[in-house]
């Protein structure tokens, strides 16, 4: 007879947790899903639980930053997702033949394709789960195929720091070989054959948490079919609305994606960390938001106001309390322990701090320095000033 479960069986656990969590969204709330432009972001931070839970939990940060009064117009306008979704109809079309042939083009993977010869299976079922575990069944019957496959809005799960994220590329190819390509199609231009370098840079960071999650689906397979690190980016060439394409090593962003993701603190460790009765139920009044958000630790930075929809409140909060992270992270890590703007003067003024540290002894001979050059220019000043007296 099996054993009986106790509170610590994962299953258990696992219910509580979601329990948990929608008791800090707001248990009518619907969850909002968790995208890779969002892991991404995460990943690039891993030190901000306070994404991590919120993110976790399904909080629309957009609402709740607009609770908070700090409104945020992050996202992308409704314009230009119009016109994304109608280059990539365009590029799909035909049973998706010029995107299987710009595939071929870019990274090979087994003959020419033919138009009309490839599978499209249908990746539909009910809930995210169902078409997770139906887009698994997917590869694994086209990677034994020998032929062209192309699986459109494919959705492929992750797990992140212990809560299951659903992700859904734009496009995951199955080449001949049996190797798995992602390919992202964005509507930015692509200009005498390269793009904007921090678009492309975005799209790749994106892409590399697509192809982690697939990597995942290929370890459950024997013998594991190989995940390509060139990502296909489809974009519009020139200034029309034709397709082109470039093939993105994205191995780098996968390991660091790899490693921050394996960083990030468990969701549930955050939680249980938090007073009774917090919630982020965005229908709550601004000062119980304003208390429940402040009690989880942040990991401001100025990037991510380019990241995230409470940056604008974080910003706020860091300047408020003079953190050094407002001022960037490559400026936070030469001040060492100083975290500060109040410590970082008083260092510089000699007034505090350790001799010995090597930031306060930088930060003194800076200071140093400053007086000597505005003594100098004081000088000059009252010679000038003194000679036009004369004259």
């Known amino acids: 007879m099996p054993a009986p479960q106790t509170s610590a069986d994962p299953p258990t656990r696992g219910k509580a947790l979601r329990h948990r969590l929608a008791e800090l969204r707001g248990a009518d709330l619907p969850a909002r899903p968790l995208d890779a432009r969002a892991l991404a972001a995460l990943a690039a931070n891993p030190g901000c639980g306070r994404r991590a839970l919120l993110d976790g939990a399904g909080v629309d940060k957009a609402a709740l930053a607009e609770s908070l009064g700090s409104p945020s117009g992050f996202g992308q306008s409704q314009f230009a997702f119009m016109r994304g979704n109608a280059f990539e109809a365009r590029v799909k ?3 998706g033949a010029e995107l299987l042939r710009l595939t071929h083009a870019r990274v090979g993977g087994g003959p020419e394709p033919v138009p009309g010869e490839s599978a499209v299976p249908d990746l539909s079922a009910a809930g995210p789960e169902g078409r997770a575990a139906r887009t698994a069944l997917a590869l694994r019957e086209a990677t034994g195929a020998g032929g062209w496959t192309l699986l459109d809005h494919p959705m492929l799960a992750l797990d992140v720091a212990g809560s299951p994220a659903f992700l859904e590329p734009d496009a995951v190819v199955v080449h001949p070989d049996g190797s798995w390509t992602v390919v992202e199609i964005k509507s930015f231009p692509m200009i005498d054959g390269s793009a904007d370098a921090a678009k492309v840079g975005a799209a790749a960071r994106q892409s590399a948490v697509y192809a982690l999650a697939l990597e995942r689906v290929a370890e459950r397979m024997e013998p594991a079919p190989r995940v390509r690190h060139d990502v296909v980016l489809v974009c519009p060439k020139d200034f ?4 082109t394409a470039s093939a993105i090593d994205v191995r780098k962003q996968l390991s660091v994606t790899r490693r921050q993701l ?6 549930e460790d955050i ?3 938090l007073p009774e009765g917090t919630t982020f139920d ?3 009044p601004v000062d119980e938001l304003t208390a429940a958000v402040e009690a989880v630790p942040a990991a401001y930075a100025p990037e991510c106001l380019a990241a995230c929809e409470l940056a604008f409140h974080c910003r706020e ?3 408020e309390h003079g953190e050094v992270t407002a ?3 490559a400026i936070r890590g030469e001040l060492g322990g100083l975290t500060t703007i109040g410590e970082v003067l008083a260092a510089a003024a000699g007034s505090a701090g350790d001799p010995d540290d090597p930031a306060v002894a930088a930060l003194r001979r800076a200071a140093g320095l400053r007086a000597e050059a ?3 220019v004081g000088a000059i000043s009252g010679v000038g000033a003194s000679g036009g007296a004369e004259c």
């Open 93 to 95: 079309a035909d049973g």
């Open 240 to 243: 029309s609305n034709l397709p």
């Open 262 to 267: 394996a960083r990030l603190t468990r969701v």
């Open 271 to 273: 939680a249980a960390e």
């Open 282 to 284: 965005v229908r709550r």
């Open 317 to 319: 909060r860091a300047r």
């Open 327 to 329: 001022l960037g992270r």
């Open 374 to 376: 505005v003594a100098g």
